[in-house]
């Protein structure tokens, strides 16, 4: 069964501390996308790569967080120095998209477990 | 930026009920997809709506695309107790990021036996 592979799937770290999550999305999958989960906010998107490339991190904070995509099996975002609202639930997704039409079109996402970082 | 609302936040039912969540977003969307995410597990496609006014079932779920593609719904038949979990509703982003998917904030559905 083809998943996307989140690690690690819990973290505790204290503030100030730099927190690395990593993801492999599904082989063949051109879409990558990071989300932050909280009861307040929902899923929030942090970013989206498509190809590797950065389309879309909008929803980051610049000044600690970023994302990266070093080669086609993995994708990390990276939190540096890390604050206790931090703390929540991130997912990676990853999914097909292709350009149809004249426009994007896309096909379901498919998610990970989440990493669940507790930032004390 | 692209937002796409959902109401109701909380449903709670007794078993046999019916449900119904729905979206709706403040420009046309090109198309809309619908997930469901169980207590600490992570958010499953279940369905993706194209067409305007178009109509899909699966078993005892019902998805709706408006005729306006801007509102969507779920509506669930006699719920069961394996219907618990948040329902969301997700779109695509405007412009360049049309690719990418913004969720709704979930409707949570309980179900008591």
């Known amino acids: 069964d083809a998943r996307v592979t989140q690690t690690p799937r819990h973290k505790v770290t204290e503030m100030g501390q730099e927190v690395t999550m990593r993801c492999q999305p599904i082989?063949?999958?051109?879409?990558v996308f990071w989300y932050r989960q909280t009861m307040m906010q929902g899923l929030e998107l942090l970013a989206y790569?498509?190809?590797?490339?950065?389309?879309?991190d909008s929803g980051m904070p610049k000044d600690r967080f970023s994302a990266e995509m070093p080669d086609a099996t993995l994708a990390t975002l990276k939190i540096q120095p890390s604050e206790p609202r931090d703390s929540a639930v991130y997912f990676c997704?990853?999914?097909?998209?292709?350009?149809?039409?004249?426009?994007?079109?896309?096909?379901?996402?498919?998610f990970g477990q989440g990493t669940r970082l507790t930032v004390v | 930026g692209q937002q796409v609302m959902q109401i109701p936040q909380y449903q709670h039912v007794q078993e046999g009920e019916d449900f119904t969540t729905y979206c709706n977003s403040s420009t046309t969307l090109s198309n809309i997809q619908w997930y469901k995410q169980r207590p600490g597990g992570h958010p499953v496609f279940l369905i993706q709506l194209v067409k305007s006014g178009e109509v899909k079932k699966q078993k005892r779920l019902t998805f709706q695309f408006g005729e306006a593609k801007k509102n969507s719904s779920l509506h669930i038949t006699a719920t069961q107790t394996t219907d618990v979990g948040t329902y969301f509703c997700?779109?695509?982003?405007?412009?360049?990021?049309?690719?990418?998917?913004?969720f709704g904030k979930g409707t949570k559905l309980s179900v008591k036996p």
């Open positions: 997704a990853s999914g097909l998209v292709w350009y149809s039409s004249g426009a994007d079109q896309g096909t379901e996402a498919f």
């Open positions: 790569f498509r190809n590797r490339a950065p389309l879309d």
């Open positions: 997700a779109g695509p982003g405007e412009g360049g990021s049309q690719g990418n998917l913004i």
């Open positions: 082989l063949g999958h051109n879409t």
